[in-house]
């Protein structure tokens, strides 16, 4: 067994790597003293993967929408009963969650961890869906989706998404429409697992106080052997560069406005290092123009424009990147025109470069705090992992990236054309 070691002194960390010979790659990140271990293993398969050709097939298979998110469940009903029982069992806390790109599954334990690690080795592996199952799970999720629209949180947000995009499948919610569920069955489940559960397409992340050669010697025991390394062609509608529609609303039962602004990035087709570089230089950029210490927060703060749920991000993945910025405002389009009048005068005016270095500084700070905790760990390693990068390569993110760099990066994202905002307004 060939086990790579990759070290990160500066930081005094330590990963190990493994590829098993179906193509899967495990990973450990030691933290010795932890008293709770976390292990997770992921597939490169989300909600947006609703259109592909899989592996021998000719012709694209369409499945309706949230039918990753369903699979997700189905994978938790064995034919000897409920996993979630059997990892309870173990006094464990299991858990799965599907994202627009990744289906995890995963559990923290402080005890018992190589039974529990077989118990997620093994059903992740054995689907076991039966039509009667499936009609039975409907109805499940079906309460599950109609939950989600009463939530205005998640309804500006999937707005917004339908605001800045006319044809990706990230528009639509996660878990599908009670329409589209309807449409799932037996074969189109076993299609999707077929497809995209290969072990090629999944890895491995154990993280806390373990033995890595132990994980090792379980994955290499555990993970059938597949030869055959498929290529799965995911088939995505060409995206306008433009928005979709610049202003969405909804009125819900919510006492202050909800709003969520967002701009529509060009940088989706950047892969591994790129992608990491930018979405560094769009999260500086974000902190320089609206993060707490700037003159734009405080001012829109002291006149009750955004309070403390106010917030941002960025988001990049295969074939969609975007930035959030949003909250509860008594006027969320004061809001969205004082944000776009920063962005034009920064642009007019200038970065300023020391308050550029010194942000660069603080988040870097504050990723490496996130390294002390062993779900954040998982929780990031995942998707930048499929987005073929490495967790660590941050820290060369940070040594790389430069002024000149992000104020390109400036330019090309908060282009006032691709901005759209949603908002949820009371009854």
């Not at 309070?307 to 006027?331: Q, R, V």
Request: charged share 25%; aromatic share 14%.
């Amino acid at each position: 067994m060939q086990i790579n070691t990759l070290e990160y002194k500066k930081i005094d960390e330590i990963m190990y790597e493994y590829e098993h010979s179906s193509g899967l790659k495990a990973y450990v990140v030691p933290k010795k003293g932890y008293s709770k271990q976390y292990a997770a293993f992921a597939t490169h398969y989300g909600s947006i993967n609703n259109a592909f050709v899989s592996p021998g097939d000719s012709e694209i298979t369409e499945v309706p929408d949230g039918i990753a998110h369903f699979l997700e469940h189905k994978l938790f009903e064995q034919e000897d009963g409920s996993v979630m029982d059997k990892f309870s069992a173990l006094g464990s806390s299991p858990n799965a969650y599907t994202s627009f790109s990744q289906t995890v599954y995963l559990f923290a334990s402080a005890g018992k961890f190589h039974e529990n690690f077989k118990l997620l080795l093994d059903f992740v592996q054995n689907p076991y869906i039966t039509s009667e199952s499936v009609e039975r799970e409907k109805g499940i999720i079906g309460q599950e989706i109609r939950m989600y629209e009463d939530d205005a949180t998640w309804r500006v947000f999937f707005n917004l998404l339908r605001g800045l995009y006319e044809k990706n499948p990230v528009r639509i919610d996660i878990a599908g429409t009670v329409e589209s569920i309807s449409k799932i069955d037996r074969e189109n489940l076993y299609k999707c697992y077929n497809t995209f559960y290969h072990p090629s397409n999944m890895v491995i992340l154990v993280t806390g106080d373990v033995d890595h050669k132990k994980v090792f010697e379980q994955v290499e025991s555990s993970i059938k052997l597949i030869q055959s390394k498929p290529e799965i062609n995911r088939i995505f509608a060409e995206e306008p560069a433009k928005v979709n529609m610049p202003y969405t609303e909804q009125s819900m039962a919510v006492a202050v406005p909800l709003f969520q602004l967002g701009f529509k990035d060009s940088g989706a087709k950047a892969k591994g290092f790129d992608s990491l570089m930018r979405e560094i230089a769009v999260k500086i950029l974000l902190e320089m123009i609206v993060g707490r210490s700037s003159k734009l927060y405080n001012d829109l703060y002291s006149e009750g424009l955004i309070n403390s749920s106010f917030d941002f991000d960025f988001t990049i993945e295969e074939n969609y990147a975007f930035s959030m910025l949003g909250g509860e405002s008594k006027d969320p389009h004061q809001v969205r025109d004082r944000i776009v009048e920063e962005i034009k005068r920064l642009g007019t005016n200038g970065l300023n470069k020391e308050n550029y270095e010194r942000i660069k500084r603080a988040i870097n700070g504050r990723f490496i705090r996130y390294l002390n905790s062993v779900e954040r760990i998982s929780h990031m390693f995942i998707p930048v992992y499929f987005r073929d990068a490495n967790l660590f390569d941050y820290f060369d993110v940070y040594d790389k990236i430069t002024f000149e760099y992000s104020k390109e990066v400036f330019n090309d994202h908060f282009n006032p054309d691709n901005i759209a905002l949603s908002v949820i307004k009371p009854l």
